[in-house]
């Protein structure tokens, strides 16, 4: 047989130029296929959006059976006004959940409002422990779950470019972001006065007159037992009984440094106790304070954004338990702040960093305005009083919250909240649940402020815990005992609840998290810079890949590369570009476009081929992949890692 010189000599290693193979069209037309997915998805959108039904009519309710947290239910629609005030106003359409009692002869039946504001009623997936028995019934709460929402895009880009949260720069740019979202919503048809706490109380007495309902009962949560009260005032023949957990008085929106400070006390008592805290410092509240009053600058090369702290060091007290409040646990918080005082910054930096990546998104913005309105008239009077606000834990987070006054004026008040900003008496059965610990809503304050006003109140205090998050993640048979046995018979049984073990020395700290956060970015960054160093080198060698080598490099060496790139770039801002967000999509395609595109083209690079043309090819499809990836999903935090996977897809195409 005879074997040609050409074939002879020629290198294994070496494949001829990519051919048009069936396998390899097969494979193109498959990449393009998800590649116009991504497309579809990105400028479709979703279809599961509440909307009126055409040819509806006021007060309309219709109703059909779904599942809600895996129990039977109703699910459907309320057609209601926009503003109840003005006849000409355009409808809107409100969701409705009910699950529906198992017993044939049921209970009274219980609605259920979560706290907030800003956040969907729906997320109250606790209310299905009281099913069974009774009917739940949660109502979307307008604004929010209904077919308006009161987003605002433009508060969030504020807040997520701000180079310190409460900087006189970025609290005006925040009130300026404010301001233009309501303009634009206005400018949409929606009428901002219909949004209010009155308004959401008639919702919910809609539904219960249409449900055919009488008298019910409600279990609150935090902002939801603002709604709740009101609820009672209004309509006192409608509630039955009511329980409120965390509860919110009139002018509470807001929080003192006073306050504040008594349940800061709390813990340093607490931490004199414990051998570990008490080794760590004689006086923890003293402690707090003072590197509260300096909190410093930067952590190694990274900066600390102070305000971002200041503003989130009660935020990350709230709850005591890690169950209630994940991350930002009171002793987390407390530990980070000890740490600080002993040296290591880093818990510090991460409050700082984290916070700014959450809080901006976590909320419905608009909602929090309009709901904020009804404390209105306490803000003028707090932001009035002549004192160096954001100095202190309650300040400064209330300095954030109300962008140091400016929100009263950014967003339009409601003639509704006049009427119910102040605390008025009640005959409603009411129990009042709260955590010793509760640094948003203190019981000390519902006990002085509302207990005098309900002659048929109790009240609960349970120790060693926080707020809302505490009391339903705690105990849960107690906590269901406590409020089932209340509403079912109006005594209070806390026989389950044992006392919360509280750890002020707990084994993984924020400075721990910093350390391995800091750790794995600069370890991808290392990984981002060699890494080319290496496929740039083998390219300029003319060496390629075996076909095995090739799907690897082409199809898993991105996934890592497009990760160092994204990990460098996130670096790179918080070192050197404080007004970049983290989820911005022009530092996810610029940073993981071209490590893929290298990745790629490395893969199928050829002698052969015509490498500049191929090259720019693979980089310019990877932008667009990486741009169609990064907007698919719903949420940012993964617009990143579907970015990778557009870009690798795009870049295989060239």
């Known amino acids: 047989m005879t074997v040609s010189a050409d074939k002879k000599n020629r290198d294994p290693d070496v494949q001829p130029a990519r051919a048009f ?89 219980v609605f259920g409002l979560l706290g907030g504001p800003g956040h969907s009623n729906f997320k109250f997936t606790a209310m299905k422990r009281f099913a069974g028995d009774r009917d739940v019934v949660l109502v979307g709460y307008r604004g929010i779950d209904g077919s308006v929402s009161l987003d605002c895009p433009e508060v969030v880009d504020s807040r997520e470019s701000s180079p310190d949260w409460l900087k006189t720069s970025s609290l005006e740019s925040d009130a300026a972001a404010f301001r233009a979202c309501a303009d634009r919503l206005r400018d949409e048809g929606v009428d901002l006065a219909g949004y209010t706490v009155p308004q959401r109380v008639d919702d919910f007495e809609f539904v219960r007159r249409k449900l055919g309902y009488g008298p019910i009962d409600l279990v609150s949560e935090s902002f939801g037992t603002r709604v709740a009260l009101i609820y009672g005032w209004r309509y006192p023949k409608s509630i039955h009984r009511s329980v409120l957990v965390g509860a919110n008085p009139p002018g509470h929106f807001l929080w003192d440094a006073k306050t504040t400070d008594e349940q800061l006390q709390r813990y340093s008592a607490l931490c004199a106790k414990d051998e570990g805290c008490r080794g760590r410092t004689e006086d923890l509240a003293a402690s707090v304070h003072s590197e509260f009053d300096r909190i410093p600058s930067r952590w190694w090369f990274l900066p600390i954004k102070e305000g971002n702290v200041r503003a989130a060091a009660l935020f990350g007290l709230f709850n005591a338990t890690t169950d209630g409040g994940g991350p930002l646990a009171g002793p987390l918080t407390l530990d980070t702040f000890l740490s600080s005082e002993e040296g290591d910054a880093s818990g510090m930096w991460l409050l700082s960093v984290a916070t700014q990546l959450a809080f901006p998104r976590v909320q419905v913005a608009g909602d929090v305005a309009a709901m904020g309105q009804i404390d209105d008239a306490y803000a003028r009077r707090f932001f009035a009083a002549p004192v160096d606000r954001g100095k202190a834990i309650g300040d400064a987070s209330t300095q954030f919250i109300w962008i140091g006054g400016r929100l009263v004026d950014a967003w339009p008040d409601s003639r509704d909240n006049k009427l119910y900003n102040r605390v008025r008496d009640s005959e409603v059965e009411t129990l009042l649940v709260g955590g010793a610990l509760d640094f948003s809503t203190p019981p000390q304050v519902a006990a002085r402020e509302l207990l005098p006003h309900l002659p048929n109140g109790k009240q609960v205090v349970l120790p060693n815990l926080g707020h809302t998050e505490d009391f339903w993640a705690y105990e849960e048979p107690a906590s269901t005992r406590l409020i089932k046995t209340y509403l079912d018979t109006g005594r209070v049984d806390t026989s389950l609840y044992t006392e919360n073990r509280l750890d002020l020395t707990p084994s993984f700290t924020h400075s721990d998290l910093a350390k391995i956060v800091v750790g794995v970015l600069l370890g991808f960054a290392a990984l981002a810079v060699l890494s080319p160093l290496w496929l740039g080198g083998r390219l300029l060698r003319g060496k390629t890949f075996g076909r095995k080598g090739s799907v690897a490099a082409r199809l898993l060496l991105p996934v890592i590369l497009g990760l160092a790139g994204w990990f460098t770039g996130v670096l790179i801002v918080l070192i050197a570009f404080a007004t970049v967000p983290l989820t911005s999509d022009v530092l996810a395609i610029v940073s993981i476009t071209l490590p893929v595109a290298l990745a790629v083209y490395a893969g199928w690079y050829r002698p052969a081929a015509h490498g500049t043309i191929a090259a720019l090819a693979a980089l310019a499809t990877a932008a667009l992949g990486a741009w169609l990836g990064f907007h698919v999903p719903d949420a940012p935090g993964l617009g990143p890692l579907t970015a990778i996977v557009g870009a690798i897809l795009g870049s295989n195409l060239a």
Not at 66 to 75: F, L, V
């Open 21 to 109: 193979t069936a396998a390899r069209i097969v494979a193109l037309v498959l990449i393009g296929l998800v590649v116009f997915g991504l497309g579809f998805l990105h400028f479709a959108g979703t279809d599961d959006a509440v909307s009126v039904p055409s040819g509806a009519r006021e007060g309309q309710l219709t109703l059909e059976a779904c599942t809600y947290e895996g129990e039977p239910a109703d699910c459907g629609t309320l057609v209601v006004r926009e503003n109840r005030h003005d006849p000409n106003t355009r409808l809107i359409a409100l969701p409705i959940k009910r699950i529906r009692a198992h017993s044939a002869n049921p209970g009274v039946p």
